[in-house]
């Protein structure tokens, strides 16, 4: 199988567990490559990069769910399917860990290729996906955002606090989790609508189907607009978040899978 590599190597440690990683596949049978950048980074020169993403069967993260969420934009692009190695702290995106890295057949076989649903919207002309959440969210510590959030083409309720996370079942776990908001099963067709620390009547998550289109406007100077907490611009209009019509290829393990979600806090409480 001819695997491409994302691993996290921002850590003297994370660079020696890539390298670990990339020889024990390549000893396993498989036949291995990373980013150019990532090569010059593990092995001081281009020896790594033997084919580009687009010449895989699968493409692995190596790290945290913070990983995964990044190489889920690389599997996206080129609609292959992504499979997360956890070697960080919590990797619940991940469906192996890295002490099974020599066991990587076998664990694969226990594992099953889903579906992930992700959120979608245009900005500045392009299209950007999020597994986790979309979030408009004030710009500066002590200031606040004031919104209008309309449901298609319903009415907008006024939300003035510090901004709002639109989350997938999936993202449930993350920010809406810390901001208050319910855990959903991954198997739910639902999207979150969280307020952070409102100051007004909107101060409750509400679920809403995923077929619905999301209308967030900025009533007041500019919001920050992040994607699965990555920074994608000022906003100072409207935006329209719905389901994406692509899914992630995103593997997971069967016996992690059911009711995961419900027994995620427990797991994350004891830092798993």
């Not at 619940?92 to 020599?102: K, Q, V, Y």
């Not at 500045?124 to 002590?142: L, P, Q, S, W």
């Not at 209009?237 to 806090?265: C, F, N």
Request: glycine share 14%.
């Amino acid at each position: 199988m001819r695997l491409f590599l994302a691993p996290n190597g921002f850590t003297g440690r994370q660079v020696e567990q890539a390298m670990q990683c990339f020889h024990l596949l390549s000893e396993s049978g498989h036949t291995c490559a990373v980013s150019a950048g990532d090569s010059l980074r593990l092995f001081g020169g281009e020896s790594g990069a033997a084919f580009a993403p687009g010449e895989c069967d699968l493409i692995v993260s190596l790290g945290g769910d913070g990983s995964v969420l990044r190489a889920a934009q690389l599997a996206l692009a080129w609609n292959k399917p992504l499979l997360g190695i956890n070697s960080g702290r919590l990797g619940w995106l991940c469906a192996m860990d890295f002490d099974e890295i020599r066991q990587f057949d076998t664990t694969l076989a226990h594992c099953e290729l889903s579906q992930g649903k992700l959120l979608a919207f245009t900005y500045g002309g392009e299209v950007f996906r999020a597994v986790n959440d979309v979030v408009i969210g004030k710009r500066n510590f002590g200031g606040t955002v004031d919104l209008d959030v309309a449901v298609d083409e319903g009415g907008p309720a006024r939300l003035r606090g510090d901004g709002l996370i639109i989350a997938t079942p999936t993202g449930s776990t993350a920010y809406n989790l810390s901001a208050g908001g319910p855990l959903l099963d991954t198997g739910l067709g639902a999207v979150l609508l969280t307020p952070i620390c409102p100051h007004g009547s909107f101060s409750r998550c509400v679920a809403v189907r995923d077929d619905r289109t999301i209308q967030v406007t900025v009533r007041n100077d500019h919001a920050g607009l992040y994607a699965d907490g990555r920074y994608v611009g000022d906003l100072d209009g409207t935006l329209s978040v719905h389901l994406a019509q692509k899914p992630l290829l995103i593997y997971t393990r069967k016996e992690r899978k059911a009711d995961a979600s419900l027994w995620g806090m427990t797991e994350m409480e004891h830092g798993r």
